[in-house]
């Protein structure tokens, strides 16, 4: 080691200044230099270890068919003949449906009420001595999932005589997921190219008493509003609405339910 003087000229610094100057010998470098790498390579796996607290994605839940109108659990061919049972506030009623009727109607109807695409829903529009009309789900996302799900029309085989269960609609090729129940012989709708798909085969008294104290929708009577069903859901329906009945609980009879588990009402 050397130490070297020197001074600062300058006024405010009148004392000697000592730099030092170390030289290093060959052997401290050689056992330093390993010693340089081995940080390296520490650091190095520092940056490539996940950082504290991180969530390892694990594989994404399957998305529920309710979801996807367009899924293979949504888009099945139905039996040619079969039996949905409606449990409701109101009591009990099967439809009876027949595939040869409506096919596509029927296809639909059948996807959504194995797969518990009704449960929950209300019966938001019923007039007396018309027809009781439900089918929109209180989960505002799956509703908007079907607003544009649209079918084809199927030719009008059979005639909306009381009991008869029909798709509704706004015009041709327009049918989604709303049905409804003739409560009379609504045969005037036969030539508007409603096609019923099936019928009421027992419990029409249970559909006789389903609450009809708002009438029809507004703004022809003092029922819910559509649109606001679909974006507000049940909160809208439970708020205003409280003495609409409802589905409970939908179950195909005699023929097995899918795999794919079904949303409870409670968790929408």
């Not at 027949?98 to 109807?109: I, M, V």
């Amino acid at each position: 080691m050397r130490m070297q003087p020197t001074e600062r000229h300058d006024t405010f610094a009148r004392e000697p200044m000592v730099m030092i100057w170390i030289r290093p010998s060959s052997m401290s470098f050689r056992r330093a230099a390993p010693r340089a790498v081995l940080l390296l390579m520490l650091l190095a796996l520092a940056a490539c270890a996940p950082r504290s607290g991180a969530v390892s994605m694990g594989p994404e839940a399957p998305r529920s068919p309710l979801l996807d109108p367009a899924s293979p659990e949504m888009t099945a061919q139905a039996p040619d003949v079969f039996k949905v049972l409606f449990e409701t506030s109101a009591g009990d009623f099967v439809v009876e449906v027949e595939r040869n009727l409506a096919p596509l109607g029927a296809d639909r109807f059948f996807n959504l009420a194995r797969s518990g695409f009704y449960d929950g829903a209300r019966f938001f529009r019923v007039v007396p001595g018309f027809v009781v009309q439900f089918g929109l789900s209180g989960d505002p996302e799956i509703a908007a999932a079907w607003r544009e799900a649209r079918i084809e029309d199927d030719s009008v085989e059979a005639s909306n005589q009381r009991g008869k269960v029909t798709f509704a609609m706004g015009g041709p090729g327009t049918r989604t997921v709303q049905v409804f129940i003739n409560l009379s012989d609504n045969s005037r709708l036969d030539a508007m190219g409603f096609a019923p798909f099936g019928r009421v085969s027992g419990g029409m008294d249970a559909v006789d008493r389903l609450h009809g104290g708002y009438g029809d929708g507004a703004p022809r009577g003092q029922g819910p509003e559509q649109g606001r069903i679909q974006r507000e859901g049940e909160a809208y329906l439970e708020e205003e609405f409280p003495l609409l009945d409802r589905v409970i609980r939908t179950r195909i009879l005699d023929v097995p339910q899918p795999e794919t588990p079904r949303l409870d009402p409670a968790d929408r």
